[in-house]
């Protein structure tokens, strides 16, 4: 999908206006987000910037932008992230004033975390206050609204006219496209939006403000590089931040395949690289497990491709030992590194930094080594996951084999995987295979995000879905309405643990160091007594609500049902209660002792 196409969905047709030579300050600020070609605008109603939204329905007749209503202003954010997780291309979430901006702001930092571009746009004022309606406006204007999330946007502005609001959307679209990516927010003044214009304004042309292409790397860097790589031992790279495109995709393979390096991916991030391909060392998951360790501290050339957390990563193999590899960073992440958030992670050795995203690197890289021959070990084979608990119920390995089932002869999208979801389930062989997690780590981003994946997704051949946990849906359920309103597909399955089961985890941890009883845990943490009726909930927002299924002799009927309904347009929500539990290495990683903090695993 390019950035001037759109998914079809319903649309709000408005009366057409009569014809006017009046213009008014918001409505020219709504035709330059259609020259950047912004094909939704996300909103949760606003007086603070009701100027700009009568400008999109009755200047520009709800289209192009097209308005998409949300219930929540975090769910604005939220379905515009999980859209460009997709295209690659960004929309604009309208956040009112500074209360809507505190509600959307995890949703932002999320964004941000994720490095996924994306237009916040707010409202303020008036900012002269003899102009502001009593005690509401009031409340609603600060003075300097953009502190806000100042500490985890790319850049931001409040425009004082309507040439500067021009400027500063044209330069806040640029620098959010421009890597490392990542949400910028602008503020329209109340009054701005409101004022008549002597004249119709010129629009610059968006064409001469675009950012910047990916930049070479350094031919000496890609050399050594080359060198090194070409001449290892035991060669690994770690598939980090990539995109979804698939001429991409090949030229990772082919450099892994010239190489015989062997693999790592990260279920944090969307799929990199083929997961069942022989060169794939170690089950992905969201932290390393021992198997991956390993495969990591043989190493004695590692090639980094803005891998997520390298820093931690290397200390998770090598511990309080020095780093004993090569280590070569492709990545221009440190260009978003600053104080106030420590999601920069730990600052990694490397010995070769080249200043690249990695596509141009691959592409270098491709041109520069030679062909290495050599036996790779190959990965040892899973241990067959149980598809039921020790008490008959569906544990999630089991899920994941019925929705095998369910999809097969079908290519689906999976939009998200919960915490408990171990990466030897499901074999990732295209991009668009699995899109990662949300990038800060906040439960409620799940609804949100999926029915974003699935707007970008509808009208194409990919069946889009999210497994999400119980706790992440309850928190963000709402956002599904918005899907349901513009006549989105979606399949929904919630592993429904009835628990907050990752706090359960942190509490026996502490227990046990302490020396107290560890059958506390779930005190403070059950979702239960009464247990919520999720099916009712999504039949509440006009979804097929299915559930709970509780037994797998009835799993793969209700997938089965949940299947052909989204195939035939609906939005669909399965409650399938399952098993508590993670990985050994999903919750040594989660619940380790600070004190062992530099301490192997």
Known sequence: MNSSSKPSVRRDVPLPSPASD?????????????????????????????????????HLGNESPQMLVVLHEEHAVA????????????????????????????????????RVPMLVLGATGPVDAAKRRPW???????????????????????????????????????????????????????????????????????ARYQA?????????????????????????????????????????????????AQVLTDL??????????????????????????AVLKAADVVLSLDWWDLGGTLKQAWGSEAVGSRVIQASVDHHSHRGWSQDH??????????????????????????????????????????????????????????????????????????????????DFEHPLDYLGYDGGGGIGSGPGMAVGAALALKGSDRLPVAVIGDGDFMMGASAFWTGVNAGVPLL???????????????????????KRPVENRWIGQRIGDPEPDLATIARGQ???????????????????????AVLKGASVVVDVHVTPGYTPSMSSGMTRSHDDSDTKE
């Open 542 to 564: 006009g979804q097929l609500g299915i559930g709970p299924v509780r037994s797998p002799e009835a799993l793969d009927a209700a997938l089965a049902e949940a299947v052909q």
């Open 212 to 260: 910047p292409p990916p930049a070479e790397p350094a031919a000496a860097l890609v050399q050594q590089a080359a060198q090194w790589l070409s001449g290892a031992k035991r060669p690994v790279i770690l598939m980090g931040r990539v995109s979804r495109d698939e001429q991409e995709w090949a030229q990772r393979v082919r450099l892994a395949e010239t190489l015989n």
């Open 492 to 514: 929904t399955v919630v592993c429904n643990n009835r628990s907050f089961f990752n706090d359960e985890l942190h509490q026996e941890r502490v227990a046990k160091d302490r």
């Open 79 to 114: 379905i515009a992230h999980g859209y460009t997780k997709i295209t690659g291309q960004p929309l604009a979430a309208f956040l009112h004033s500074n209360v809507g901006l505190m509600h959307g702001s995890m949703a932002v930092y999320n964004a941000w975390n994720d």
């Open 22 to 58: 009046e213009v008014w300050g918001s409505d020219s600020i709504a035709e330059m987000l259609r020259a950047l070609k912004i094909p939704f605008v996300l909103l949760n109603p606003g007086s603070s910037f009701r100027g700009i939204h009568d400008s999109l329905v009755n």
């Open 268 to 293: 944090k991030i969307g799929a990199a690289f083929p997961t069942a391909h022989r060169l794939h060392a170690a089950a992905p998951g969201f932290f390393l497990s021992p198997q991956s360790s």
């Open 136 to 206: 509401i406006d009031w409340l609603h204007t600060a003075q300097d609204q953009g502190a806000i999330v100042r500490d985890f946007t790319k850049w931001d502005a409040q425009p004082a006219s309507v040439p500067a609001a021009h400027e500063a959307l044209l330069r806040a679209h640029q620098i959010a496209m421009t890597a490392p990516r990542g949400p910028t927010y602008v503020c329209f003044d109340a009054a701005l939006q409101e004022s008549k214009l002597p004249s119709r304004p010129v629009l610059p042309d968006p």
């Open 345 to 426: 992670q730990g600052l990694p050795p490397v010995d070769i930094f080249l200043q690249n995203e990695p596509a141009p690197v691959v592409e270098a890289l491709l041109r520069a080594v030679k062909p290495r021959q050599a036996e790779v070990p190959a990965r040892p084979p899973a241990a067959p996951a149980a598809a039921q608990g020790a008490d008959g119920s569906i544990s999630i390995a089991g899920m994941a084999q019925a929705l095998q089932r369910a999809f097969s002869g079908r290519k689906p999208c999976l939009i998200r995987l919960p915490l408990g979801w171990a990466g030897d389930l499901w």
